[in-house]
């Protein structure tokens, strides 16, 4: 596997790693704000394209934004990692039409990993909080 990300990659080599993930950067329009060991960050203006029939953010939409966030976080300093279980629960309708997704590392381990991912809007209402368990590719034997 070579998507590892460095700890001591710049924000612009993240952003040129993950822009790889073309679902949510090219067509969903994903953006990384911010990447550190332990943390990630990051955002999604919505567009009349990400909304349902009501007019509010669709539930894929904001669940791509969440995922997206995870891989950033799991994978920043770490083995190639991918997620084996993600639950997510949406509890809140956004009120501005930009998202903003922040990952944190509940438990790092040697072949699987524990996150919490929580999308909020600009007035920092929490729209949806995802929790995952990631598995590390390369953990050994």
């Known amino acids: 596997m070579s998507f590892e990300v460095p700890r001591d990659a710049s924000l ?7 822009a790889k993930d073309r679902y949510a950067v090219a067509t969903t329009g994903c953006e990384i704000l911010e990447a550190i060991d332990g943390r990630a960050v990051c955002a999604l203006t919505l567009d009349d394209c990400h909304l349902n029939m009501n007019d509010n953010p669709m539930g894929g939409v904001i669940f791509t934004l969440a995922d997206f966030c995870l891989g950033i976080v799991s994978n920043y300093n770490q083995p190639p990692t991918v997620s084996s279980s993600c639950t997510i629960e949406y509890l809140n309708v956004a009120t501005t039409p930009r998202l903003i997704a922040t990952g944190v590392v509940d438990k790092k381990g040697r072949t699987l990993g524990f996150y919490t991912v929580k999308v909020h809007d600009e007035n920092a209402v929490l729209v949806a909080k995802m929790t995952a368990t990631c598995a590390r590719l390369n953990s050994g034997p």
């Open 12 to 18: 612009a080599e993240i952003q040129a790693i993950f």
